[in-house]
């Protein structure tokens, strides 16, 4: 049995990484709803791995390298083929696709697996993460990009929310506007992957109130957001994370 329960982490590390190279393949064929889909399993199973080390002692350095690895695909690699896929399509609808000096734009995609990359190598030597995570964690910024990419292309999904007059106003938006800004996005939002900014961590060790007050007001934001302003409001929800870096702060 205990040859059994001990695979059980990498079983899971291994449906993690399969949906996170799903979520590529169909980010880079512009399927950003399905591709968002499969980074939100892949989070899920990345998640599960870890507590099923835990509760089945059955954590190994084998399965802390192949965890990274995993992640590195599925939340590195399948976000930035999900932006380089949408900022082409830009690209291609403003005619801009033959103009060297804005093909570069494309290359802001690139820093979302390269960063990521070096946040989960940052994260595997710095013994201060062992309770709470110094810079932005690598599925939350997957979870965000996709969302974001999501809630910006034409896909019907991203519309339903309770406010139509928010999917008007993402569908107004200029694409020449939405290019620059990504584009920048990309830059700053992967520099928060190394960055010293403290956040909590999504992991519980009980189901007490005052042990993860923080977790629960997130989940519940997560839930209202989402209710109320469809995929919107799953990015929404990443924002409210990063900005909660005071109260993670005292917990450092």
């Given amino acids: 049995m205990k040859n059994f329960t001990k695979h059980i982490p990498n079983t899971l590390t291994f449906i993690s990484l399969s949906f996170g190279f799903y979520a590529a393949i169909l980010g880079i064929t512009g ?61 291609h609808a403003l005619s801009w696709n033959d103009l060297i000096i804005y093909k570069t734009l494309l290359l802001s995609a690139f820093t979302i697996p390269v960063f990521s990359a070096l946040r989960l190598a940052k994260f595997n030597l710095d013994e201060r993460q062992k309770t709470s995570f110094i810079g932005l964690p690598v599925p939350a910024h997957a979870i965000l990009w996709s969302s974001l990419v999501t809630v910006l292309s034409a896909d019907a999904h991203a519309s339903i929310c309770v406010f139509p007059q928010l999917a008007e106003f993402l569908t107004s938006i200029r694409p020449e506007i939405i290019l620059f800004v990504l584009s920048f996005l990309a830059l700053a939002t992967s520099f928060l992957l190394i960055s010293e900014i403290p956040l909590f961590s999504l992991k519980m060790k009980s189901l007490s109130w005052k042990a993860n007050k923080h977790i629960y007001m997130l989940f519940v934001s997560a839930i209202l957001f989402v209710a109320f302003f469809g995929v919107a409001g799953v990015a929404a929800t990443i924002i409210c994370y990063i900005v909660s870096l005071r109260e993670a702060h005292n917990q450092i």
């Fill in 31 to 91: 399927n950003y709803f399905g591709a968002m889909n499969a980074i939100f399993i892949a989070a899920l199973f990345d998640f599960a791995d870890g507590l099923a080390a835990r509760l089945l002692n059955a954590s190994s350095v084998l399965g802390k390298e192949l965890d990274s690895l995993a992640d590195v695909i599925s939340f590195g690699v399948a976000p930035g083929m999900i932006l380089f896929s949408f900022l082409d399509e830009l690209l």
